[in-house]
């Protein structure tokens, strides 16, 4: 499991007459940053120390001592509950120096000479500039860092990386994923990073995918997710003007589906749900016209490795949006559209910093005329870890399936040759990663 879905017990080991310090459990979602550092001053000037910011919480302060001190939480090694939580999963930014998670950074801000981290919780910036005066990185004030300029490029990419990573995720996910990394401009869907197959998304005239009166089931897996504001709607997959997308909102998650900038309707339709979208999060989102009246909706949310929880259900109620939609040929993931950011109707392209990968899809048009997963099959394709998503049982029934970033950069190959014209547009090669294992 990742390191936010567990709590982490902390022994504070023993004093040198073998009296037990005590133990703390700390929610790994609580935590926003661990610091070591030397403590200077006071009763124990010189001792090491270990800060564990928390987000909802007054910080842990623990110090190194052999005895207990009145009025101080004290731990026998504090060097040792470092390595405990980066074992865990935490990512480290400075060697023996920082820890964090890529869900606990807000924003990064940087160029060739400064990057600033804001991190949740109270801590706010972290600063790192380039210095042409040191030969190791050195703590310069109160969460500020030199770097030695020789290395800073390098050590700036590298934390780019790794902090928008989901290191913890290994083996859950595939190999590769594709971030996004330039937010589309106000009123202009094609100025942002998104993935575009240009042809394929119509059988014999029949629209395959993101047509609301048809039966289609689409699943991907979030590979690091910059969890954004409240105030944009993200579009994860369209055709055309056919959008479904996401917004945080009220400590939940508002599902929506439209059909705005499409020149015969502007149509909006949303679910409300308490479950957060998280990094790691593996979604299928299934339309079914199967049966008799409106499509229903249903979409799934898990873990990989787990069983998926059913956040939305709706038997009929986004049929007032199905008269004015138009998808085409094309088929989008993490597009925004054409509205000003202010519109109910606008979406973002997917969040810059986030990641995509495993990118299934199901049509009644498609392999068996086949568009919705069985119980047993859903079950497995969200408990599918270690597993090749081509080995699962229901692979050939796919109508479209993309591992996301194993390809030769800008491509993007449909390898059940469907869609067809795939490409990742306004990105570079940098944005086609590795998920590098942990240990």
């Known amino acids: 499991m990742a390191f936010t879905d567990l709590f982490h017990e902390i022994d504070l080991g023993t004093t040198t007459s073998d009296v037990a310090l005590g133990n703390m459990r700390i929610s790994g979602k609580n935590i926003s940053f661990v610091k070591k550092f030397t403590q200077k001053g006071g009763l124990l000037n010189g001792a090491p120390a270990l800060q564990i910011a928390l987000i909802n919480d007054v910080d842990k ?21 470092y390595t405990q939580l980066y074992a865990a999963g935490m990512t480290e930014v400075v060697t023996g120096q920082i820890l964090t998670l890529p869900s606990s950074i807000a924003e990064l ?13 109270d801590a706010g910036w972290f600063t790192f500039d380039s210095d042409s005066q040191v030969t190791a990185i050195e703590e310069t004030g109160d969460h500020k860092w030199a770097v030695p300029a020789t290395s800073f490029i390098a050590f700036r990419d590298s934390s780019l990386t790794s902090l928008t990573t989901p290191e913890q995720q290994a083996g859950e996910q595939a190999d590769h994923f594709i971030v996004w990394s330039v937010e589309k401009t106000q009123a202009d869907r094609d100025s942002g990073s998104y993935i ?98 409106s499509p229903a909706v249903s979409i799934y949310i898990g873990r990989p490795g787990f069983a998926p929880h059913l956040v939305v259900y709706d038997s009929n109620s986004h049929s ?53 997963l069985t119980e047993l099959e859903r079950t497995e394709y969200f408990e599918c870890n270690a597993t090749a998503f081509t080995s699962l049982s229901f692979y050939n029934d796919l109508f479209a399936y993309a591992e996301l970033g194993a390809d030769t950069y800008p491509n993007v190959v449909d390898a059940k040759g469907n869609l067809t014209g795939g490409e990742f547009h306004n990105g570079s090669a940098t944005d086609f990663r590795n998920i590098k294992p942990v240990g």
């Open 196 to 293: 575009q197959f240009t042809g394929g998304n119509k059988n014999q005239g029949n629209d395959c995918l993101m047509n609301f009166v048809k039966t289609w089931s689409l699943g991907i897996t979030l590979a690091g997710f910059a969890k954004p504001g409240q105030s944009l709607c993200y579009s994860l997959f369209n055709s055309d003007y056919n959008y479904i997308g996401y917004k945080n909102y009220q400590s939940g998650t508002r599902w929506q589906y439209s059909t705005s900038g499409n020149a015969t309707g502007n149509y909006t339709f949303y679910w409300q749900t308490y479950r957060e979208v998280q990094d790691g999060d593996r979604l299928l989102i299934v339309n079914d016209a199967s049966g008799q009246g």
């Open 109 to 121: 801000d940087y160029d060739n000479t400064k990057m600033r981290v804001n991190v949740i919780g």
């Open 320 to 372: 007032s949006i199905t008269g004015g939609q138009g998808p085409n040929e094309t088929f989008s993931i993490g597009q925004g559209n054409d509205q000003p950011y202010n519109y109910t109707s606008s979406f973002m392209n997917w969040p810059i910093y986030s990641g995509l990968n495993n990118f299934i899809a199901l049509s009644e048009y498609g392999p068996s005329n086949k568009g919705l």
């Open 61 to 81: 302060f623990i110090y190194q001592a052999d005895q207990r001190v009145t009025g101080m939480t004290v731990a026998a090694d504090v060097g040792a509950i």
